[in-house]
């Protein structure tokens, strides 16, 4: 059984990367900070009885379910209003920056030149576009797989589906993404 403080270390630990996830998923940052909320209530609620080394696939399972309720609130909502426009939520003037997940172990032994730092942002900030671009079965096992660094099972176990198809849709995630940053000039 986790203790409150094991329950409060873990989300703790989750927070910014549950975060980060749920903007790739919904493309909203308010709603990605509603959909983490509900979720770290819900395990609170429900699991925190648990012990402490299952709350990280309980978590993601959470996670995963209420970005599906979140979009199919979505369609609800969307379902009087056809036009195109009411889907696209992705903002491109937000603060939202992928570079601080990237950050140095130490930065003074690391000097980077305005130039190369301004590079590698623009690269990152193509990267994100390509990552939100993908099918979102792809996107969620990619991120689950490669953000969350879980393994096969836990992914197959969080996303409700095969491991077969969790290889599959990281594959084609990988595919894609690799064909398109190179399309645009970025190689590995």
């Given at each position: 059984?986790?203790?409150?403080?094991?329950?409060?270390?873990?989300?703790?630990?989750?927070?910014?990367?549950?975060?980060?996830?749920?903007?790739?998923?919904?493309?909203?940052?308010?709603?990605?900070?509603?959909?983490?909320?509900?979720?770290?209530?819900?395990?609170?609620?429900?699991?925190g009885d648990k012990p402490g080394e299952e709350?990280?696939?309980?978590?993601?399972?959470?996670?995963?379910?209420?970005?599906?309720?979140?979009?199919?609130?979505?369609?609800?909502?969307?379902?009087?209003?056809?036009?195109?426009?009411?889907?696209?939520?992705?903002?491109?003037?937000g603060d939202f920056d992928l570079l601080e997940?990237?950050?140095?172990?130490?930065?003074?032994?690391?000097?980077?030149?305005?130039?190369?730092?301004?590079?590698?942002?623009?690269?990152?900030?193509?990267?994100?576009?390509?990552?939100?671009?993908?099918?979102?079965?792809?996107?969620?096992?990619?991120?689950?797989?490669?953000?969350?660094?879980?393994?096969?099972?836990?992914?197959?176990?969080?996303?409700?589906?095969s491991e077969g198809s969790v290889k599959t849709?990281?594959?084609?995630?990988?595919?894609?993404?690799?064909?398109?940053?190179?399309?645009?000039?970025?190689?590995?």
């Amino acid at each position: 059984m986790a203790t409150e403080q094991e329950l409060n270390d873990f989300l703790k630990s989750v927070e910014k990367r549950a975060f980060k996830r749920s903007v790739y998923h919904v493309r909203n940052e308010e709603a990605a900070l509603d959909i983490v909320q509900d979720s770290m209530m819900k395990l609170a609620e429900h699991y925190g009885d648990k012990p402490g080394e299952e709350l990280p696939m309980l978590f993601q399972r959470i996670l995963s379910n209420c970005t599906l309720d979140w979009f199919r609130r979505q369609k609800t909502r969307n379902a009087l209003f056809s036009n195109l426009s009411d889907f696209e939520s992705a903002s491109e003037d937000g603060d939202f920056d992928l570079l601080e997940t990237f950050s140095g172990t130490d930065d003074s032994q690391r000097v980077e030149s305005a130039e190369d730092s301004t590079r590698r942002k623009q690269i990152f900030h193509q990267i994100e576009a390509e990552i939100m671009e993908l099918p979102a079965r792809q996107r969620e096992a990619f991120l689950m797989r490669y953000w969350e660094e879980m393994d096969v099972a836990e992914t197959a176990a969080a996303m409700g589906c095969s491991e077969g198809s969790v290889k599959t849709h990281c594959s084609r995630a990988v595919q894609a993404l690799s064909k398109a940053l190179m399309a645009k000039g970025i190689q590995p």
